[in-house]
């Protein structure tokens, strides 16, 4: 079992920034992607990056040139860091691992961005 917890999320304005953080316990051996996916009510849950173990990374079109996903180098965590953010980018974000072929989710955090 993988636990993911993350942490960062929070209100901000319009143009603000904020970074999310998740970090991965339990039986870890060799988690494979790692990434962040958000949803908002009524909406599928969608991909916004996701980063192998690699380093190869890949972004939701939306996010393009604003977010940067990053991991570290023991690879247990996973960052989001969120520049010139828009109210659209409101949602609640989960972070997500895969080990083995299952996929593990967090709790979720709520970002909100005022305009």
């Known amino acids: 079992q993988v636990q993911l917890v993350e942490s960062g999320g929070g209100l901000v304005q319009a143009g603000g920034s904020l970074r999310l953080s998740c970090v991965a316990s339990?039986?870890?051996?060799?988690?494979?992607?790692m990434g962040w996916y958000r949803q908002v009510p009524g909406k599928e849950r969608e991909l916004v990056a996701e980063i192998t173990s690699g380093g190869s990374t890949n972004y939701a079109d939306s996010v393009k040139g604003r977010f940067t996903i990053s991991r570290d180098n023991a690879k247990t965590t996973v960052y989001l860091r969120m520049n010139s953010l828009k109210p659209e980018d409101t949602a609640v974000y989960y972070c997500?691992?895969?080990?083995?072929?299952?996929?593990?989710w967090g709790q979720g955090t709520q970002v909100t961005v005022s305009s």
């Open positions: 997500s691992c895969r080990q083995s072929g299952i996929d593990y």
């Open positions: 339990g039986i870890i051996f060799r988690i494979n992607a």
